[in-house]
C-alpha cells in the first residue's frame, strides 16, 4: 500500500521532531495527528490535518512545531 502525499508529510515532520527530541511516536485520525515525545516532561502536541494540509501545500512547517523546535 503506497503512502499519500499528506501521509509522507506526516513522517516528514516527524523525523523533523526527532531530530530534536529522539523518539516521537505519531498516531493520526481523521481530524487531527498527534506527536508524542520527552521535552524535560512529557508533550503531546496535536495538530489539525487541515493547518497540515495547507503546510504541506505551502511548503512550510506548521507554526506549532515551529514553536516547540526553538
Do not use: W
Not at 505519531?26 to 503531546?44: C, G, L, Q, R
Request: aromatic share 14%; proline share 4%; net charge positive.
Amino acid at each position: 500500500m503506497a503512502l499519500t502525499e499528506i501521509d509522507q508529510y506526516k513522517f516528514g515532520l516527524k523525523s523533523y521532531l526527532t531530530m530534536y527530541f529522539g523518539s516521537v511516536e505519531m498516531n493520526s485520525s481523521k481530524d487531527f495527528t498527534t506527536f508524542f515525545f520527552y521535552n524535560a516532561a512529557p508533550v503531546k502536541l496535536e495538530i489539525p490535518n487541515i493547518e497540515i494540509e495547507r503546510c504541506r501545500v505551502a511548503h512550510k512547517i506548521p507554526e506549532a512545531i515551529k514553536n516547540i523546535c526553538k
